[in-house]
């Protein structure tokens, strides 16, 4: 595996923690944001980088998802992955806000949540110019996953990922639980 992908991703999380700690839009309260010293994060770890189709839908369907405020926004359910962790077949969903949306959201919670990452799950977020492959695959890569803003700070209203991506399996990549 290439040592570029992981300097993309160590590079990411150095600027995320500068962002957090320094800028006045960081989701981090004001009063935490002298004492904050970084996000802690799951070692880099190639075995949950996954270079995969998307099985798109040919007719997505509208769905309404859930929101840590009680409230309720609408996403296509665009379509979906297929590949394994720890010999388990997971299929997880990707949606769009917006038909003409060239990213996907890939919101999950899984067998961490709670624990050791954010209860009500982590998300992904895939550009298509940026996690594209030359083959049209797209790279689902954990090491990516994050927190929603509302994991910071409840001023802040946050979509919850679907219960048909709440998977079974642990998925010990990418952005632990803060505090």
């Not at 799950?121 to 954990?142: C, K, M, P, S, V």
């Not at 209203?157 to 505090?179: Q, S």
Request: include cysteine; hydrophobic fraction near 25%; charged fraction near 35%.
């Amino acid at each position: 595996m290439s040592t570029d992908w992981r300097r993309a991703i160590e590079t990411q999380r150095e600027e995320k923690d500068r962002y957090f700690g320094g800028d006045p839009h960081s989701p981090i309260p004001p009063d935490e944001r002298e004492s904050f010293d970084g996000l802690e994060y799951y070692q880099i770890d190639e075995e949950y980088r996954f270079e995969l189709p998307l099985h798109e839908y040919d007719d997505p369907e509208r769905v309404t998802v859930g929101t840590s405020t009680d409230g309720e926004r609408e996403y296509l359910r665009w379509g979906e992955f297929r590949f394994t962790v720890n010999d388990e077949d997971i299929t997880l969903q990707a949606y769009k806000a917006d038909p003409d949306d060239e990213r996907l959201w890939v919101p999950f919670r899984d067998a961490t949540s709670g624990d050791e990452t954010y209860g009500a799950g982590r998300y992904l977020d895939l550009e298509d110019d940026a996690h594209r492959t030359d083959d049209g695959n797209w790279i689902l890569d954990f090491n990516e996953a994050y927190n929603p803003t509302c994991a910071y700070s409840d001023q802040y209203e946050c979509p919850l990922p679907p219960a048909e991506n709440w998977l079974e399996v642990a998925i010990e990549a990418g952005e632990k639980a803060y505090h």
